[in-house]
């Protein structure tokens, strides 16, 4: 896949957020509630990027990603984000359908940790 | 010997200014359009929110922003005049329907009146502030999306059909390649639509660039003037419509008290027409 160069600050009214993408290597270390965490850190961050507002203000419980703000070409841009900066496959489908960004998460962090690959999961990237 | 001389397929025409009052008749050679503007100030407050049913009117309070919820509101509630229009049924009674997926069976395919009154189909979009629905005979998809930023289009362009990244990345860089990704992104999603898919079927697929020669066969695809900041397009089975009229809804027909048949809808605004 050719990569785009993705900058990792947005603005927003308050002013601009600085991104911090998830460490792999410790992503694949912790257990499921520190990868919770960290996940949805950074979702909110992404999400926030896309919607132009700042990570702690992102809903990820009450409100379909529909009622986020997260459209079609929304949904591809965070798709792509989310595969390129985790190197997981993210099912379009199935991100724009989510009852919540929590749904997410939690399928995002499924998807790492010495549970996936026991239960033979795709070691990402 | 005969010589066949293979003609053009022919396109459909657009018409969008200057329109006859509309007649909310069905015609086989006719694609209805209806574009709607998120309603702000005195025309939101007199919005009829009260024809949604519990569901919309619940969605319609979910949005974390609340000019989302209004421009899902206004265009659920046009969805419920217009079609309610067309089939001499009041708003508030009008219901829908989901056409079984043609992948699998299961009841989430294209949105229908239910029951369905044949011939009408129907399909509804919304994206940053506009709205667009689009009345017919026949399947049909619509599409209208604002334009995104370049960063976006770059990262977007790369889930299109391998042709249609070509030709993306061979427009000048600026207005000209956002123009081009919203102009083939709005005849991929209504196509994907109009087809009962959706984004289940990968935006990889199929060819909706610009050589309409080779789009789909059994579709037409047609590029819809909306308004500076959109793009839209309209995808329909089966042989191309004669003319596909291109409306805007007055603020006043989504209003208590007013009905969609109490004026005449006027063009897009002249400032602001696309190609």
């Known amino acids: 896949m050719n990569t785009l160069h993705m900058s990792q600050t947005y603005e927003t009214d308050n002013g601009l957020v600085h991104m911090t993408p998830p460490d792999m290597a410790v992503l694949n270390a912790v257990g499921l509630p520190e990868r919770t965490r960290i996940l949805e850190q950074y979702v909110r961050e992404e999400l926030g990027r896309i919607l132009g507002i700042e990570p702690w203000m992102v809903d990820t419980t009450g409100r379909p990603m529909g009622c986020l703000g997260i459209g079609s070409i929304s949904g591809i841009e965070l798709q792509y984000r989310m595969e390129n900066t985790l190197g997981v496959d993210v099912n379009l489908q199935r991100l724009l359908l989510a009852n919540s960004a929590q749904e997410l998460i939690d399928c995002l962090a499924g998807q790492f940790g010495p549970e996936a690959h026991l239960h033979g999961a795709p070691v990402p990237a | ?275």
Not at chain 2, 31 to 37: K, M
Not at chain 2, 95 to 111: K, L, Q, Y
Not at chain 2, 168 to 197: C, D, H, M, P, S
């Open chain 2, 1 to 275: 010997m005969t010589a066949t001389t293979l003609l053009p397929a022919a396109r459909p025409v657009v018409h969008h200014q200057d329109l006859d009052r509309a007649d909310f008749t069905l015609s086989a050679d006719r694609v209805d359009l209806w574009l709607i503007r998120r309603p702000t100030g005195a025309d939101a407050e007199a919005l009829a929110i009260e024809e949604l049913d519990e569901s919309e009117r619940k969605r319609t309070d979910s949005f974390i922003r609340r000019t989302d919820g209004m421009l899902y509101a206004a265009a659920h509630v046009a969805v419920r005049r217009l079609l309610g229009r067309y089939t001499a049924t009041r708003p508030e009674d009008v219901r829908f329907m989901r056409e079984p997926c043609p992948g699998c069976g299961e009841p989430h395919g294209r949105p229908a009146l239910s029951p369905p009154p044949p011939p009408l189909h129907y399909s509804l979009s919304h994206s940053g502030g506009v709205a667009m629905i689009g009345v017919g005979t026949v399947p049909l998809g619509v599409d209208v999306e604002k334009l995104p930023g370049a960063e976006t289009v770059d990262i977007c362009s790369k889930a299109l059909h391998p042709q249609e990244q070509l030709e993306i990345a061979e427009a000048e860089e600026g207005e000209e390649r956002r123009q081009l990704f919203g102009q083939t992104w709005t005849r991929k999603e209504a196509f994907l639509k109009g087809i009962g898919t959706g984004l289940s079927r990968s935006p990889a697929e199929d060819y909706l660039g610009t050589d309409h020669d080779r789009h789909p066969d059994g579709w037409t695809m047609v590029g819809v003037p909306a308004d500076g900041q959109h793009a839209a397009a309209v995808a329909v089975a089966g042989p191309a419509p004669a003319r596909v009229d291109v409306r805007w809804v007055p603020d006043a027909w989504l209003s208590v008290g007013h009905t969609v048949c109490s004026g005449t809808a006027p063009g897009p605004r002249p400032a602001a027409l696309a190609g």
